[in-house]
């Protein structure tokens, strides 16, 4: 099995091509949890398979490290976007992604030679009722700036779905968050049935916020697209933010570009990044052994 590891911003996925060849007969939970280990796999954030799709250009499927199956990637959305256009697949600048949330528009931006620097993703709109994050109370309200308590902690959460759920928390000071304690502890909530994605937000003013993830299904991550989208929607609606301008969310893994447009629209720019290209001996998936991915460098 070819595969090719990439990163947005330092959230980093495995990708399988299945455009010409389709992977061989597996469960997908388990491969992504083997491949993702950072001692017996590869070591990534998930895995990311690209499939020819009835409905847009191309279908992106995302699996989280611990197997689970998400509905949207917003940094694995450019990571295809980049691999489609410089792999020549895609032959235009703008095409459309299927994926589990719903079709999204990518358009790159290229260098001097013809390689793909950044990408802009029209994220669509986010959708705010406690029914579509999912979480429990009354269906049809929003989550603004509502008081909970996790264990120990207490925090106002405002909810934001970007196809998959993102659970935001204003605070004073980034650093002092304990993101591995209170991560899991929101994370795995009965609040959230579905278990949520859980964000830290620093406003630094009007047009720039910092930004601190503990993903669901993957843990402390670089970065996360979708969150930082859901970032700036949260912000938005608590009004720490202006309106309808480009938003600088910082991520420990770099900057990212949001802007939540006029007609409801999120938009996200940002680079992608290759890691390698390798081969992952497939007959080892099928034992007790872990996997080992040769590196081609
Ligand atoms: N890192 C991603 C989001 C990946 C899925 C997420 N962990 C979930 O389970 O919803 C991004 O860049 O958006």
């Known amino acids: 099995m070819l595969f090719t590891k990439m990163h947005g911003l330092g959230n980093a996925y495995v990708i399988f091509n299945q455009l010409d060849e389709p992977i061989a007969n597996q469960s997908l939970h388990e491969l992504s949890k083997r491949v993702s280990d950072v001692n017996f796999g590869i070591g990534s954030d998930g895995i990311i398979l690209i499939s020819p799709s009835k409905v847009a250009d191309y ?10 199956e998400a509905k949207n990637c917003g940094n694995g959305l450019r990571c295809v976007a980049k691999f489609l256009y410089d792999h020549m697949y ?51 309200t929003v989550t603004l700036n509502e008081a909970h308590q996790f264990g120990d902690y207490s925090y106002h959460i405002t909810a934001v779905s970007m196809g998959n759920p993102h659970a935001i928390i204003f605070v004073d000071d980034i650093k002092q968050v304990p993101l591995e304690i209170v991560g899991p502890l929101i994370e795995n909530s009965s609040l959230f049935p579905e278990r949520v994605n859980v964000g830290f937000v620093q406003i630094i003013n009007s047009h720039e916020i910092d930004y601190r993830v503990w993903e669901r299904g993957s ?7 979708t969150g930082a989208c859901a970032a700036v929607v949260a912000a938005t609606l608590n009004k720490k933010v202006d309106k309808h301008v480009p938003i600088t969310v910082h991520l420990p893994g770099g900057d990212l570009t949001i802007s939540w447009d006029e007609h409801g629209h999120v938009w996200k720019r940002g680079p992608a990044n290759y890691v390698c290209h390798g081969e992952l001996d497939v007959s080892m998936m099928n034992t007790d052994i872990n996997p080992i991915g040769r590196l081609i460098i």
Not at 104 to 125: N, P, Y
Not at 219 to 225: D, L, N, R, V, Y
């Open 59 to 68: 279908q992106m499927r995302i699996f989280n490290e611990d197997g689970s």
């Open 90 to 140: 895609a032959t235009s600048r703008k095409f459309t992604i299927e994926t589990l949330g719903g079709i999204v528009s990518v358009e790159v931006d290229v260098d001097q030679k013809h390689k793909v620097r950044t990408v802009t993703v029209d994220m669509g709109e986010p959708k705010l009722l406690k029914g579509m994050i999912p979480m429990l109370g009354d269906p049809v």
């Open 219 to 225: 843990g402390i991550t670089m970065a996360c697209g």
